[in-house]
């Protein structure tokens, strides 16, 4: 199904801490300990193409209603998918932002590539406010996906990707690595800095492990995540790699790259969805009860109807 595109925004409801706690609990004392029967597809669903109209789409993530943003980086734009079917542009130009994710506040946060920065923004009246810019006193290569803690902290990766709007030098950091911003805002740390080229990250929602693709090396890791931020505990997760990731309230996990690869908490793979499209960039939950997958490959938004159901904004 093709959409016409409107510019309506599409502008979530903004959530209280207080909601946030209440939504970590259910989420944690609602899992599904087991899988679905069937697997974690709806039976004889099938990938739905919803619109086409973009040059390249990533950074999915849903609000607290269940409306999916969606960048379409080369346009310079944050889209909504909302819940009523309906397309919108939320913000254009949006600092050529590729990967998002929504606070328990409901801020949408993106890493804006064009100038290497990560954004804040406040939906309600689209004002941003830069996060972060650099560190060690040098510009970030280019925050490219994130993950946002129950408690507020913000992890995310800078893998270096030239890019042809950039009118600077080579790459600006020593290295490729994974930072944590603490929830208070007051210090950058790097967390991981022996990746290849880290790209796509997800944690579980009780904030204990954190999931890291090292794309160029086809390699996921766990991580253990520690109570001041840092990461202990790596292990190999997957041999694959992966552009972006999301979890479901099972503890699955999926990777993109060749449509959408699911592999279970313990590395093993249990599914592999299809998507007619040459890249699959990224994939989060979304809808009204949180049981749609929605994936951005290529030119395209498509979905996918789930017997299970996501566990956060991604």
Request: aromatic fraction near 10%.
């Amino acid at each position: 199904m093709r959409s016409p595109l409107n510019h309506l925004p599409c502008v979530p409801r903004i959530r209280t801490a207080a909601a946030a706690v209440v939504l970590v609990s259910f989420l944690l004392l609602g899992s599904e300990a087991l899988p679905a029967e069937d697997g974690i597809t709806a039976p004889g669903a099938k990938v739905q193409t919803l619109a086409e109209e973009f040059k390249f789409t990533e950074g999915p993530a849903a609000d607290a209603e269940g409306n999916v943003f969606f960048t379409d980086q080369p346009n310079d734009r944050i889209l909504c998918w909302g819940v009523d079917g309906k397309l919108s542009t939320f913000m254009q130009p949006c600092g050529r932002s590729n990967g998002l994710c929504f606070d328990a506040k409901g801020n949408l946060w993106a890493c804006a590539d064009e100038k290497n920065e990560l954004w804040c923004i406040d939906p309600s009246d689209k004002s941003k406010t830069v996060v972060v810019k650099e560190y060690g006193g040098k510009l970030l290569n280019a925050p490219n996906d994130l993950w946002i803690r129950p408690d507020g902290g913000v992890y995310f990766s800078d893998p270096f990707y030239k890019r042809q709007y950039w009118n600077r030098g080579p790459q600006e950091q020593d290295g490729q690595c994974v930072y944590y911003l603490g929830a208070d805002r007051k210090k950058l740390v790097r967390v991981a800095d022996d990746l290849q080229q880290p790209n796509g990250l997800i944690g579980t929602p009780d904030g204990k492990i954190l999931y890291i693709a090292d794309i160029r090396a086809k390699k996921t890791y766990a991580y253990n995540v520690q109570p001041n931020g840092t990461l202990a505990g790596k292990r190999l997760f997957c041999e694959l790699g992966s552009d972006g990731m999301t979890i479901d309230r099972q503890g699955n996990v999926y990777l993109t790259g060749r449509g959408v690869t699911v592999f279970d908490p313990s590395g093993k793979q249990i599914e592999q969805i299809d998507v007619d499209a040459r890249w699959t960039a990224n994939v989060c939950f979304g809808g009204k009860d949180g049981q749609t997958l929605f994936i951005t490959a290529s030119q395209g938004l498509y979905s996918l109807r789930m017997q299970v159901k996501g566990a956060g904004s991604q």
